[in-house]
């Protein structure tokens, strides 16, 4: 359905996509995750055809972005992080725009109406765009990029903005999408992707960084330990001290306990092994009191930090290699 290979976008000397190569099959619901910067927006402009690439290539249904653009783009809806509305329309009068401006040949109100029965809207079809709440001025902008029944669908930060309620509206909306259209939703919301996408695809500074179905990606952290430790004391000594201990692969330090002099340390051991009797031994010899210590279970959060972690100590270890030779 959508094929993307070896693609690279660049803007004068710097990568904003590098060398990325996946593909999404019909019916796949499929996060685009990755922190700001990552390259996520220029890739899903990519897929659109807003914008060109350097090199490789994407090919959406059969036909190349850049070399059957009409073709390539009837195949695909497109929600932007700004839902292009206009807000002195109605919802109706807006929706029969885009169907022209698309060329739609379907039964204009049959189409129509599945579309707004689809994304919740039919009673507001006769209501102003700016008169509604952010919550319907998002299910509007979904409801037009499904205007012409395209195979793909893709959302740009589809919930920013919303509240909880409208926030588990949408993602109710678009999982029953997945049904019908393969979705691919950009976003850097975490728990976005897990609650409704099959697979994630993680960039990281222009580059693919993991491609797992959802359910498997915490099994990349398999073989860490993590321990959630309050301990008191001097933060900078406490994780100097951790640091050092053997066994140790990672510390920092988070939240303040309120009413101690104490600090949230999170810890993580690389070799399955359970390093709390270290760490008591080690507060306790130095006088660090600990008020509380735990393990804790691998989120995707958890597993998404450590992927970028590694690959910028990777790239930071490249780097000082080339400065070497």
Known sequence: MLKVENLVKKFGDKYAVNDISFSINKGEVVGLLGPNGSGKTTTMNIITGFLSYTSGSVTI???????????????????????PLYPEMTVKEYLNFVYDLKGCTLNRKKHIMEI???TKTVDIRDRLIRNLSKGFYQRVGIAQALVGNPKIILLDEPTVGLDPKQIIEIRSLIRGLGRDHTVIIS????????????????????????DERTDELTKLMEGTKRVLAQICG????????LRALDGVSYVESSKEIPGTDAT??????????????????????????????????????????????????????????????
């Open 61 to 83: 249904n059969g036909y190349e972005i850049l070399e059957n653009p009409s073709e390539a783009k009837r195949n695909i809806g497109y929600l932007p992080d700004q839902p």
């Open 116 to 118: 707004c029965e689809i």
């Open 187 to 210: 976003t850097h919301i975490l728990s976005e992707v897990q609650a409704v996408c099959d697979r994630i695809l993680i960039m990281n500074k222009g580059r693919l960084a993991a």
């Open 234 to 241: 001097s933060k900078k000594t406490i994780l100097e001290s």
């Open 264 to 325: 949230l340390f999170k810890i993580e051991s690389n070799n399955g092994s359970d390093i709390r009797k270290k760490i008591f031994e080690m507060c306790a010899e130095k006088n660090m009191p600990i008020i509380g210590m735990e393990l804790a279970s691998a989120s995707l959060e958890d597993v998404f930090l450590n992927i970028t972690r590694e690959k910028q100590t990777a790239s930071r270890k490249t780097k000082k290699t080339s400065k070497i030779r």
